[in-house]
């Protein structure tokens, strides 16, 4: 049977429809760039020591440090619950009708990305936003194989014969908003507390910004474009300066099923078209579509289009509807980190995280008034949206995505207004000639410096030599360039951003290569010490960076840098999420940027078998940090776990959320 792609690009092409994009060349290296210039010093060593990597089940930590578990998937966020222990998952007894509202009063699965939102003049208590990325069916329900291996026929008839597990699972999904505290005894929940929420795949939401009310997000359950329910794929996340969240809605494409079938006979070659870049399936992952008709793209074909937003959420008022804010473009969501420019706009940094995708940021056009908190309420509605073309000279550009019938985003290209323009976003970059990066998760400033790090996860299809060729719905050059300068890009990287007069609304900025991950110690690959020596199509895979520090022997591994984070001495944190496993399981790390240590990476943390981690946040005062530990036991199943973290005897493993402090109570 065809792909959707091929139906796609057969159907549209046929309609003279498809569009084609520029896209930069390869090009040399560029010097590294000075140091001497940041605004205040950053700390520059790091006064922990290094852990070697492991694939134990447990979760380690350096020997000055402690961890414990906060929140665990199932745990009740209210007092009169008992919630759903590993115990329980062990039969699918707990499965029953009323199984997706119990859920929506727990912690869901899947925690990623966390937020804390500290009392005022209070580092111990306060607000903590964490998402509720996707669920791993066969880590939650017993009797299930992995998803991977399971076909789409198995799944549709388990889920037949499972129909609640749709409503389980789209509880499971979005945001908790739990309120924490450090007590006598350490870092408790305090279950009940009045902020206390779970947003969910249903939660009433609101639609703002350009493309609110616009016929392409019109369904036949909302034909006036404004409400829609929930967010799902919540991922990287962030936070505003007036204390709200946001969430990042990023993998929405594999939520929606029935695509081909709809594209093969569909008359609306208009939405053929918006669907070229962000295409969804025949079968979506989780099979919500064979009992929900929402996620059944011949019943609602535009029901996609409002998800895959950044959502605004209020953490201090539970009655508050969240707002999907459409001026910041639809793509594969990842990360909203804010800054303060000189001038008080804000500026939001954001990644799209699929391979050969751009980097983003957003300004207000107004101003943040941190006296009049109702003047910032709709901050995010107005503004500019650009994307990012990095130069070979080691310059780069933000280029706005703005509708203008005298410029390249118009009618005739496909946008008749700035609703298109952020609706078709991915399109409206190709047309600018943005790059096509290496997965984009993370991209946030240190707060210190004003330097802005973006981890690019991997790209193993990124190719030695130039070359053009189809790829998502237009046709780029799949070839290193000096920005994405590794071939079969399997470990990752990190770049550093300097916005030019270290004004994050600046249109101008240079950029270097700060880390190529890998293993240093590997005596086949290079260990560069050079920025001279990162020679796009020269670099071999397993060669690597790390920001010029010159002892391979004391540096930790690392493979496919995801979220980072800051301390507040501006050090640099960094999770990671790799399939390789290329020394031991995923790990934290902890990076100086400034200093003759800079690039002297260390590993503080090792995760429990199979899982990823996530988050990387701290309070305030530097004392704690929150990880998230991502789908433990994956590629295992409930009946025959790999892992049996976090709660150990034998039972299944459950994805958590911990804090780790230093024993002696100071600062990390
Ligand atoms: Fe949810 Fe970009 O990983
Ligand atoms: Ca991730
Ligand atoms: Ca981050």
Known sequence: ?????????????????????????????????????????????????????????????????????????????????RGLSAQDIRTLDWLDDRAGARQERRFGTNNDAIVFFPDRGDATHGLLCVNHEYVTAELNFAGL???????????????????????????????????IGRERDGWQVLRGAPQTRRITA????????????????????????????????????????????????????????????????????ELLGVFNRFPTGEDSLYGWEHVDRRFDVRAEPREQLRFGWIVEIDPQDPTSTPRKRTALGRFSHESATTIVAPDGRVVVYMGDDDKYEYAYKFVTRDRFDAKNPAANRDLLDHGTLYVARFDATGKGEWLPLVHDERGPLNSKAGFKDQAEVVIKCRAAADLLGATPMDRIEDFEPNPVTGRVYMAC????????????????????????????????????????LIERADDATSLKFRWNIFLLAGDPR?????????????????????????????????????????????????????VSDSD???????????????GAERGRLKQIVSAPIGAEVTGCEFTPDGRALFLGLQHPGEGGTVDN?????????????????????????QPL
């Open 1 to 81: 049977m065809k792909a959707f792609s091929a139906v796609l690009e057969e159907r549209l092409s046929r309609r003279g429809f498809v569009a084609m994009s520029a896209a930069a060349g390869v090009a040399a290296s560029l010097p590294a760039v000075s140091l001497a210039d940041a605004r205040r010093r950053p700390a520059t060593t790091v006064n922990l020591q290094g852990i070697a990597p492991s694939r134990d089940d447990a979760l380690l930590v350096s020997p000055e440090l402690r961890s414990r578990t906060l929140l665990t998937w199932g745990d009740p966020l209210w007092p009169d619950d």
């Open 202 to 269: 249903t939660t009433p939401m609101e639609i703002s910004g350009p493309a609110r009310g616009h016929s392409l997000l019109r369904t036949n359950a909302d034909p006036t474009g404004t409400r829609v329910l929930g967010t799902f794929a919540n991922c990287s996340a962030g936070r505003t300066p007036w204390g709200t969240y946001l969430t990042s809605e990023e993998n929405v494409d594999d939520y929606f099923g029935k695509t081909r079938s709809w594209a093969g006979v569909t008359e609306d070659f």
């Open 457 to 496: 996860t991997k790209n193993p299809d990124r190719e030695r030599q130039s070359r053009r060729d189809y790829y998502m719905g237009r046709e780029i050059d799949l070839g290193v360039d000096a920005a994405n300068p590794r071939i079969g890009n399997d470990y990752g990287h990190i770049i550093e």
């Open 580 to 594: 390789l496993k290329l020394t031991g399981n995923d790990g934290c790390y902890v990076v100086p940027t400034h």
């Open 522 to 574: 590997n005596p086949e690959s290079r260990f560069l010490t050079r920025y001279a020596d990162i020679v796009p199509g020269k670099l071999e895979h397993g060669d690597t960076y790390y920001g010029g520090y010159g002892d391979r022997s004391a540096v930790s591994p690392l493979a496919c840098p995801d979220n980072v984070g800051f301390d507040p001495s501006g050090r640099l944190w960094i």
């Open 641 to 665: 776990p790999i892992s049996h973290w976090p709660d150990g005897n034998g039972l299944p493993a459950r994805a958590a959320l911990v804090v780790i402090e230093r024993q002696d109570g």
């Open 145 to 179: 194989a992995p998803t991977a291996k399971e076909r789409a026929a198995g799944r549709a008839k388990w889920i037949a014969a499972h129909p609640q597990a749709v409503p389980w699972m789209q509880a499971a999904h979005g945001v908790s908003v739990v309120r």
